[in-house]
């Protein structure tokens, strides 16, 4: 089942270059030096950080400089189960007594 968003991929994208960009200072990383860290060039940081446009490879070079490889793996990982109705939620508490 698909379920309705408001929130778009560009939404998402800007999102993410923003947790980049939060982290990079937090750590206080320029944008060179995050580039000769990560090996991703300064004007696709630049370019990332103010459009959200990168792709999915230099991502993950940038992530693991900013944080942990393991905390961008955790957001692929499988929810536990949600019940979609009323009725799934009356089914599993028969089950559990």
Request: glycine share 2%; net charge positive; with cysteine.
């Given at each position: 089942?698909?379920?309705?968003?408001?929130?778009?991929?560009?939404?998402?994208?800007?999102?993410?270059?923003l947790?980049?960009?939060?982290k990079?200072?937090?750590?206080?990383?320029?944008?060179?030096a995050?580039?000769?860290?990560?090996?991703?060039?300064?004007?696709?940081?630049?370019?990332?950080?103010?459009?959200?446009?990168?792709?999915?490879?230099q991502?993950?070079?940038?992530?693991?400089?900013?944080?942990?490889?393991?905390?961008?793996?955790?957001?692929?990982?499988?929810?536990?189960?949600?019940?979609?109705?009323?009725?799934?939620?009356?089914?599993?508490?028969?089950?559990?007594?």
């Amino acid at each position: 089942m698909v379920s309705l968003s408001l929130i778009t991929a560009n939404d998402v994208q800007q999102q993410l270059a923003l947790a980049v960009r939060t982290k990079r200072k937090q750590i206080k990383l320029s944008r060179d030096a995050l580039a000769k860290k990560s090996t991703v060039p300064a004007s696709t940081i630049k370019k990332f950080e103010t459009t959200g446009q990168i792709s999915l490879r230099q991502f993950i070079l940038l992530w693991q400089c900013v944080d942990t490889l393991e905390s961008l793996v955790k957001l692929a990982e499988k929810d536990p189960y949600q019940p979609t109705s009323i009725d799934e939620v009356l089914n599993q508490e028969s089950l559990n007594t």
